[in-house]
């Protein structure tokens, strides 16, 4: 990516939270999204952050790619990873999907500006790969896109949420080997970052910006019959709580964006759901109900068509 001062006078940042395979509702979102930019969308958005399973997403976007092609991956493959039953075989399953979807390609690959967001568990503290030397707040000097991290490294470390996944290690380029967790441990929803890039680092004004912040809906729990093992696993009290930290950690940041950015015009598509038919959680496989979250993300966005115009034109 170029250093360069960007010239155009509304900077447009795109924003995705996590949540597994609920990421589906954000594609319904993202699929209105692009036909009313009538573009690729790294070619309308100036930044593009992700966490989780909205990492997987930002990253194909920002190297191109469709949303149709990413919700036929989606489709294909993510549901596979999570019908994993034990962590290793989740892990391994993401691996291979990320391996063979980003290869060996690098932070310079990407064709617009990105956040990947993930956790250092030891430090205590978030790991953001980064595109731009500008976007960094410390060690400008000696800044590196993405750590040196090849991307899909730094997006299954952002997709890898104890207790569903393995830990992850990353190695950048001078070797070292850093342990990264899920992003959804500091920034489930990443837009406060990614606002904090756009306005303080690389030098947009706030009356400039225009965010658009897509979660991924909230639903009630699912029934699930008494042998389902997706049943047990979600009783677990680690598994709970995993859930709901995800889920206050989405409010708060965008409680906090509205407190700190309050001037930064901002879309946030993200809906609750109380109807039985979309009891849901991050570990759907059903394709029939995935395809409903997709329409869902679909309708939310289109009742913020009108806004959404503004931003995109």
């Known amino acids: 990516m170029s250093d360069d001062i960007p010239t155009a006078k509304l900077f447009r940042v795109l924003s995705l939270d996590g949540g597994g395979a609920k990421g ?17 969308l790294y070619e309308k958005f100036d930044l ?40 290793s075989q989740k892990t391994a399953a ?24 993930g956790t250092r568990w030891k430090e205590e503290r978030p790991i953001i790969f980064k595109t731009n ?11 590196e896109p993405g750590f040196g991290c090849t991307i899909a490294d730094a997006v299954v470390g952002s997709c890898s949420a104890y207790p569903f996944f393995k830990k992850k290690f990353v190695s950048t380029s001078r070797g070292e080997k850093i342990e990264v967790r899920d992003g959804g441990f500091v920034a489930n929803n990443p837009t406060l970052y990614a606002i904090a890039d756009a ?61 700190l950015f309050r001037e930064v015009e901002t879309v946030r598509i993200h809906a609750r759901y109380t109807q039985p038919d979309m009891a849901t959680d991050m570990l759907e496989v059903d394709l029939e109900k995935l ?15 009108a806004e959404l115009r503004k931003f995109l034109a």
């Open 48 to 87: 593009i952050y992700g966490t989780s399973t909205g990492a997987i997403i930002a990253a194909l976007l920002g190297l191109g790619k469709s949303v149709d092609e990413v919700e036929a991956l989606y489709r294909k493959r993510v549901v596979t990873v999570m019908a994993r039953w034990l962590p």
């Open 291 to 305: 395809g409903l979250l997709w329409l869902r993300g679909r309708d939310c966005a289109r009742d913020a068509e």
């Open 94 to 117: 993401l691996e291979t999907l990320a391996s063979e979807v980003f290869g060996a390609l690098k932070f310079d690959a990407f064709k617009t500006d990105m956040g990947i967001v």
């Open 24 to 40: 589906f509702y954000t594609l319904g979102a993202l699929k209105e999204i692009e036909a009313l930019a009538e573009c690729r």
């Open 133 to 143: 030397r500008r976007q960094a707040f410390f060690g400008n000097a000696t800044f």
């Open 199 to 259: 306005t303080e680092s690389l030098g947009a004004a706030r009356k400039d910006v225009r965010v658009v912040s897509i979660g991924v809906g909230e639903y009630p729990t699912p029934k699930l019959p008494a042998w389902s093992l997706r049943k047990w696993a979600s009783k677990l009290p680690t598994m709970v709580f995993l859930q709901k930290t995800m889920e206050i950690s989405s409010q708060s940041m965008d409680q906090l964006r509205k407190v």
